[in-house]
């Protein structure tokens, strides 16, 4: 039994099976993948040991870490899915939830709905309402209050109502590091009137300005107080994290007009602060490191965003250096910074040992092909490059792909459909740029590896009344989710049994099997509704790829 009781949404504690991708299968809807499939592929839950979580997500290691500032350690508990109901006693205080995407409102959920055009909950809002259907059978009759955190809050930001309906009682907002304890007791001792927080949430206006929303069932840090806590005061987690991950950074700074994260402080974690934590992650059997950043490129950087290639080499070389590390990649980047600096993709491939057998996977926010929308809502993403000058923003996507490839990194693209501003001759610019590097190779013949995953933005108000179906695709927007998903399937068929990380060969290639066919379904469906959409598909195949159509450029075809 315990005081305080930590859980995550289960969707981020399974491995899906070793396949990076697979990560997203939590958003499809689930009318659309039977739930037989969906329980294979997301693997099993994670192991437990004396009812505790063996491993657990990053965000609730950090809380575990943060409330043990503070506490005995018999009082807090990091519990397994299944074995809430172990700890949770008449001496319970606060069961405390971390959740990402909990009522199915988040970009790739979106896209999902919105293409298949359905109401259907996603498996990731249905396993968040399993789990808090689990929490409160285990704290029917006690005192024990919920409370929820993490990234997902903003979704409880649009509907309130349903902090009630699941019968939360209560939403943290914000980072917590330095208050936690302050936090929990606060909610324990019945939650009055206190100067260090505000009944409330912080939202944000049409021009991207900061506005506060007094709510009773939201808590957020006091609105004329620090809003984040020091490098000094991040904890470092004592128990070991699903796949590994440790962060390197908080914050961004680079200021695309969509993001919340370039509004967060810069922090830089030492290499050291980095080691410790893969220390614990080590002496728990894992191998990876995986460097959670918004943009590691950003880490230590100069003027203008430039990389330090000093501080990134010293910081991979550390974690390389860490006994019992094998393998690292981080987990976001610009792909600006491939593009413009190809020694320092190689140095860091090099020291990562990188190569055939040991790629290095990256996401990457190339969020459109055209040059007009790059440059009105993310204009320093491409610093040190500008787009005009050095080439257009297909041009230094292109490239740097191309260096990420020779030096075996593996880019995972997101794209955006239905942005502010956003055009049907932008989205054929998106269109024009898959068609191309789906098309592309490297001097030695070798195929441009990437994925590529569209990201619906769905304007406020339809999140609101959830009215999605009102949100009908145009046929430019059909045609990137098309391109998208025809590559995607060409990947899957290539890669699927090399891309499982599994450990038995029978697993593994039923993995890959069931990837490979999965793949191949998913895009048989997306070219159905494509078509009905209007879209003409062989013309779709096609743009992009003559030397007649407007976005191809001969630079690029030099290059190629
Ligand atoms: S580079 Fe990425 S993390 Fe940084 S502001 Fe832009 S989208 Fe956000």
Known sequence: ??????????????????????????????????????SFLRGP??????????????????LEAALLKGLPRDEVVVAQESHVADFVDEDTE???????????????????????ETQAPAYVQRDFEDLIASVNRARSGKKAK???????????????????????????????????????????????????????YQTFTRDFRKEWAPSPRFISRYQFSRQFPSLDDIPEIQGPSVKGMVEVMRGCGVGCDFCEVTLRPLRYYPPEKVERELEVNVRAGMGNAWLHSDEIFAYEHGRNFVPNEEKLLELV?????????????????????????????????????????????????????????????????????????????????????????????????????GQAD?????????????????????RSGRPFEFTITPMQHVPLGLLKNRNFSSLKLDVSQLAVYYAAYRHLAKVAARNATRASSEAGFRSRYLTGGMVGLGGWAMFRTVRNICRKGGLDIEAAERYGMSSSDRHQTPSLLAAR
């Open 146 to 200: 919920l409370m929820v955190g993490g990234p997902g809050v903003w979704e409880f930001t649009v509907h309130p109502d349903e902090l009630e309906k699941n019968g939360i009682d209560y939403a943290f907002q914000g980072e917590a590091d330095d208050i936690a304890v302050d936090l929990f007791r606060y909610v324990a001792e019945g939650s009055r009137e206190r100067a260090e927080f505000f009944r409330g």
């Open 422 to 442: 956003e055009t049907a001759e932008d989205n054929w610019a998106t269109v024009a740029l898959i068609n191309q590097m789906s098309n592309s190779t490297l």
């Open 1 to 38: 039994m315990a005081r305080y009781v930590l859980i995550s949404d289960t969707t981020l504690s399974r491995n899906y099976r070793g396949v990076p991708l697979l990560d997203f299968l939590a958003s499809a809807p689930t009318d659309a993948i039977p739930q037989s499939v969906y």
């Open 317 to 417: 070389t550390a974690v390389m250096s860490t006994p019992g590390i094998e393998h690292t990649n981080p987990t976001h980047g610009r792909i600006s910074i491939p593009a413009a600096y190809p020694d320092l993709m190689m140095k860091m491939a090099r020291e990562m040992r990188a190569g055939p057998t040991n790629w290095i996977g990256l996401q990457v926010g190339v969020e459109t092909g055209s040059d007009r929308l790059a440059q009105i809502h993310m204009p320093n993403k491409t610093l040190p490059l500008r787009v005009g000058p050095d080439g257009t923003w297909q041009e230094i996507v292109w490239r740097g792909t191309y260096v990420m490839n020779s030096y075996y990194w593996r880019p995972a693209f997101t794209v955006q459909v």
């Open 94 to 116: 606060v069961i405390g939830v971390s959740t990402m995407d909990p009522l199915g409102l988040g970009p790739l959920t979106m896209s999902y709905a919105v293409f298949f």
């Open 45 to 62: 839950p994670p192991p437990a040991s004396g009812g505790r979580a063996v491993l657990a997500p990053y965000a609730i290691r950090k």
